[in-house]
């Protein structure tokens, strides 16, 4: 380490503006690094993907990723601040996943960040996933309003809440099962598309017709902000199992299209119905599978016709990635959030966030008139 610093805590840096901001992501099968600049611009972006480790084995092998983040890590960060131009005697700040994620995964990038902030003398923070995904929306799009409804689609995550300007994110509604990155990863096993399942149902179902078969939509109650993927799930595999021949091509790409039809018009029309129940005009589309170009279609047209304001952040941002990881860090250091080098992992995330439930509200306690299907 060639800048060392003694220093343990940071506690005069809460509150004052970072400068150059590393991200470090690695919660679950990306080892990703970026560096933004004082005014929240990115300047580099690397993210290496495990996708050939655990793609023979249908899903994600946690020891494995954290294995692979371990051998990863060093040449990700270097690489990030080649890309941006920096050395990292000129970082002012280190923020790094905390939670949820894997706990070996998490641990690597954790490790990783606080021998870095020791060498640098400069603080660490860290960031819900969550909240990552979140300030993912402002990325590209820094004068995007808040409040607005914000809809987190992931593969481990199906939430919206509303995003006040404190900063604070109150949960709006949930998946009570499936996340929807999940539905699109299990349907894709099903129909043997492989791994990850998003991108290829995405890919196949443009030469279907998403009208070929009709899946259920979860409602879930009239004022239900909440979502349930289960039972999709369920009536592709009865489908799958009426159907004896092997399938043809055409028919995957029918199931596919109407399967990815049903996920994409449940999450549209619950989003929608959040901007209703809270009177908003502002809705921002979070997550790997706010990537999937049939659902951009549909929101970007229903965002047109309501005159809604919309950030859908570009590919790249979707999916998990380390520059919104230090747009998050960056945020809560300049709200006065404490640095600190004792802190430890949150696999399951972290109960004091401010990504937090409704105060003994449910969503499904809204008594406006509205339909949404
Ligand atoms: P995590 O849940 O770890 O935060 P990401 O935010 O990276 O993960 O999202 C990964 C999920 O996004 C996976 O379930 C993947 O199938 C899904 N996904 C990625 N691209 C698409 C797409 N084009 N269409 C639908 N889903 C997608
Ligand atoms: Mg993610």
Same mark, same amino acid.
């Not at 996943?97 to 998490?106: D, I, R, W």
């Not at 259920?216 to 902000?225: T, V």
């Not at 520059?323 to 430890?344: C, H, N």
């Given at each position: 380490?060639?800048?060392?610093?003694?220093?343990?805590?940071?506690?005069?840096?809460?509150?004052?503006?970072?400068?150059?901001?590393?991200?470090?992501?690695?919660?679950?099968?990306?080892?990703?690094? $970026?560096?933004?600049?004082?005014?929240?611009?990115?300047?580099?972006?690397?993210?290496?993907?495990?996708?050939?480790?655990?793609?023979?084995?249908?899903?994600?092998?946690?020891?494995?990723?954290?294995?692979?983040?371990?051998?990863?890590?060093?040449?990700?960060? $270097?690489?990030?601040?080649?890309?941006?131009?920096?050395?990292?005697?000129?970082?002012?700040?280190?923020?790094?996943?905390?939670?949820?994620?894997?706990?070996?995964?998490?641990?690597?990038?954790?490790?990783?960040?606080? *021998?870095?902030?020791?060498?640098?003398?400069?603080?660490?923070?860290?960031?819900?996933?969550?909240?990552?995904?979140?300030?993912?929306?402002?990325?590209?799009?820094?004068?995007?309003?808040?409040?607005?409804?914000?809809?987190?689609?992931?593969?481990?995550?199906?939430?919206?809440?509303?995003?006040?300007?404190?900063?604070?994110?109150?949960?709006?509604?949930?998946?009570?099962?499936?996340? *929807?990155?999940?539905?699109?990863?299990?349907?894709?096993?099903?129909?043997?598309?492989?791994?990850?399942?998003?991108? *290829?149902?995405?890919?196949?179902?443009?030469?279907?017709?998403?009208? $070929?078969?009709?899946?259920?939509?979860? =409602?879930?109650?009239?004022?239900?902000?909440?979502?349930?993927?289960?039972?999709?799930?369920?009536?592709?595999?009865?489908?799958?199992?009426?159907?004896? $021949?092997?399938?043809?091509?055409?028919?995957?790409?029918?199931?596919?299209?109407?399967?990815?039809?049903?996920?994409?018009?449940?999450?549209?029309?619950?989003?929608?119905?959040?901007?209703?129940?809270?009177?908003?005009?502002?809705?921002?589309?979070?997550?790997?599978?706010?990537?999937?170009?049939?659902?951009?279609?549909?929101?970007?047209?229903?965002?047109?016709?309501? =005159?809604?304001?919309?950030?859908?952040?570009?590919?790249?941002?979707?999916?998990?990635?380390?520059?919104?990881?230090?747009?998050?860090?960056?945020?809560?250091?300049?709200?006065?959030? =404490?640095?600190?080098?004792?802190?430890?992992?949150?696999?399951?995330?972290?109960?004091?966030?401010?990504?937090?439930?409704?105060?003994?509200?449910?969503?499904?306690?809204?008594?406006?008139?509205?339909?949404?299907?």
């Amino acid at each position: 380490m060639d800048c060392p610093s003694d220093q343990l805590e940071f506690p005069g840096s809460a509150g004052l503006h970072p400068g150059l901001v590393l991200g470090i992501e690695s919660s679950c099968d990306e080892t990703a690094a $970026a560096v933004i600049n004082h005014e929240g611009a990115v300047l580099s972006n690397v993210v290496s993907s495990q996708v050939s480790i655990h793609e023979k084995f249908g899903g994600i092998v946690p020891e494995l990723a954290a294995r692979a983040h371990l051998g990863l890590i060093d040449q990700v960060v $270097a690489q990030a601040l080649l890309q941006a131009q920096v050395s990292k005697c000129e970082l002012g700040a280190i923020a790094v996943t905390q939670g949820p994620g894997l706990a070996g995964a998490l641990l690597v990038g954790m490790s990783y960040a606080k *021998a870095l902030s020791y060498g640098l003398g400069i603080p660490i923070i860290g960031v819900n996933h969550l909240q990552g995904h979140i300030a993912s929306a402002w990325l590209a799009n820094l004068t995007f309003p808040v409040p607005c409804i914000v809809l987190v689609v992931s593969g481990g995550h199906t939430h919206l809440y509303r995003q006040e300007i404190d900063g604070r994110c109150v949960l709006l509604g949930r998946t009570r099962d499936d996340a *929807a990155g999940e539905a699109f990863d299990k349907g894709a096993q099903m129909l043997g598309l492989g791994y990850p399942g998003g991108p *290829a149902i995405d890919r196949v179902a443009r030469s279907g017709d998403p009208g $070929a078969i009709v899946f259920p939509r979860f =409602r879930g109650g009239k004022y239900s902000l909440d979502f349930s993927f289960s039972g999709l799930k369920t009536s592709l595999l009865y489908k799958l199992r009426e159907i004896v $021949a092997p399938l043809a091509p055409d028919q995957v790409a029918n199931l596919a299209a109407s399967y990815q039809e049903a996920i994409v018009q449940v999450l549209v029309a619950k989003a929608f119905g959040a901007l209703e129940q809270e009177k908003l005009a502002a809705l921002a589309v979070v997550g790997g599978v706010s990537a999937n170009s049939r659902l951009r279609v549909l929101l970007n047209e229903r965002a047109a016709l309501a =005159r809604i304001r919309l950030s859908i952040p570009p590919i790249e941002y979707c999916t998990d990635n380390a520059a919104m990881i230090a747009a998050a860090g960056r945020q809560l250091l300049m709200r006065g959030e =404490r640095p600190s080098m004792g802190m430890d992992v949150r696999s399951m995330g972290d109960p004091t966030s401010s990504v937090m439930e409704p105060h003994g509200r449910e969503s499904s306690d809204f008594k406006k008139e509205a339909t949404y299907f």
